[in-house]
């Protein structure tokens, strides 16, 4: 079955930081989100991308959508200790339908 | 109210017991779905309903039955779970496919 594979699993970074993730598929997808899910919470929507090569900017988050169509990056410029949280991508699977990653669990120190 | 609201937020319940989940959305939205999360795996598609009709089903267990009376509700009916069905249950509904899922704040279930 289709699988997104998130990296790193989880990770420290300091206060001020630059932080990468990515995700990626052996299957093609037409559309990436990111979603941050907050402690007992349920996820928000942080960006969309919808073609590929797409470049998206929200603040200080900015995602690209691969151009092989199978992976998405994420980056988190200057972080601040709200930035705590985990991280999905997911991939358009069919109609109604997303496939979610397995997260990436960011911890900011202060 | 705005946005998905999803009650109880916390439920704790035996394996005889028989409780049920709702969801309600605010949004217009004209599809919704039921998530199951658990602890280090990937979000898992329970249920898809579009415009109160049910169009997927990815091989959950009889014990969880979904109902969807409209557009804007949708329900979760439980009974004879395990504990391993313990996780959080995450409603989530859309406009359009492409448009990803507005998420409520989900029901944290455990079964004792």
């Known amino acids: 079955g289709q699988q997104l594979n998130q990296s790193p699993q989880s990770m420290f970074i300091q206060e001020g930081e630059d932080v990468s993730m990515n995700c990626t598929s052996s299957s093609i997808f037409n559309t990436w989100l990111w979603y941050k899910q907050d402690p007992g919470e349920g996820p928000v929507l942080l960006i969309a991308l919808y073609k590929a090569g797409e470049l998206t900017s929200n603040g200080r988050l900015t995602a690209q959508f691969g151009i092989t169509r199978k992976d998405s990056f994420l980056n988190i410029s200057a972080s601040i200790p709200s930035d705590v949280g985990i991280y999905f991508c997911a991939g358009q699977a069919g109609t109604y339908k997303y496939i979610f990653g397995t997260g990436t669990r960011l911890k900011v120190l202060a | 109210e705005t946005g998905v609201t999803q009650t109880p937020r916390h439920l704790v319940m035996g394996m005889t017991n028989k409780k049920s989940l709702k969801c309600e959305q605010h949004?217009?939205?004209?599809?919704m779905y039921w998530y199951k999360q658990s602890a280090k795996k990937p979000l898992e598609l329970m249920f898809v309903y579009n415009f109160k009709e049910q169009t997927e089903n990815n091989s959950v267990p009889s014990r969880f039955s979904p109902e969807c009376p409209n557009s804007s509700h949708l329900f979760l009916h439980l009974h004879t779970l395990q504990p391993e069905d313990s996780a959080l249950y995450l409603c989530a509904s859309s406009q359009v496919t492409g448009e990803g899922y507005t998420f409520g704040s989900g029901t944290r279930l455990t079964v004792v």
């Open positions: 949004l217009g939205h004209n599809a």
